[in-house]
């Protein structure tokens, strides 16, 4: 799991049945200091996350099925959590 | 999973078993900002887009769960939304290093 920003969102009418009313949202994942920020990438939201927070994401598919409760959903990303706050040593 | 912006149609009448009737598109993997990354890439549709759509596309064995009805087909990228509206914030709105010591977020 990586801790990673929500930067926006995305909307989709028409996608796969297993996306159907679940949102899309842009991550950026945090870097320690001197490491390239410009990497994104799309993760399905599944705590009410919006923009500005901080979330922990799953990029696996079969964390993903399990947090999905659907043992075929074509879904590698998904955000699990909010970070209240960080310690890095 | 990641965006990808539709170029063009692959068709290929000799192909492995599984993956008959699959609509093939030519995509340009793209970031948030919708720059190219990497190179053309064949992808699985499922959605029914075309050249020029913005679409959403996951990767490895995920792609192969997409696919309607057949289980064990060899795919490895498939498009499984197409992008109606996309917002994202400009770069330096959020400080994404992460300082040593405590950092709250809320």
Request: hydrophobic letters at 50%.
């Given at each position: 799991m990586i801790l990673a920003k929500v930067i926006g969102t995305v909307v989709t009418t028409i996608s796969h049945p297993h996306y159907k009313n679940r949102r899309l949202l842009v991550v950026q994942p945090l870097v320690c200091e001197g490491d390239n920020t410009d990497e994104d990438f799309i993760a399905l939201d599944n705590t009410h996350a919006g923009i500005g927070d901080t979330v922990l994401v799953n990029r696996e598919g079969n964390g993903a099925r399990q947090v999905l409760k659907n043992p075929d959903a074509c879904v590698i990303s998904v955000i699990v959590g909010i970070i209240d706050s960080v310690h890095v040593e | 999973m990641l965006f990808g912006r539709v170029h063009g149609t692959a068709v290929c009448t000799m192909k492995i078993a599984g993956t008959e009737g699959l609509k093939l598109l030519v995509v340009q993997p793209v970031n948030r900002k919708l720059e190219p990354v990497g190179a053309l890439q064949?992808?699985?549709?499922?959605?029914q887009a075309g050249p020029g759509d913005l679409c959403v596309m996951v990767r490895s064995r995920e792609a192969a769960l997409a696919m309607p009805e057949i289980r064990f087909v060899p795919v490895d990228l498939a498009l499984i939304g197409i992008v109606d509206e996309l917002?994202?914030?400009?770069?330096?709105?959020?400080?994404?290093?992460?300082k040593k010591g405590s950092t709250?977020?809320?």
């Open positions: - | 064949v992808a699985a549709d499922v959605v917002h994202v914030l400009p770069d330096g709105t959020f400080d994404l290093v992460m709250s977020y809320t």
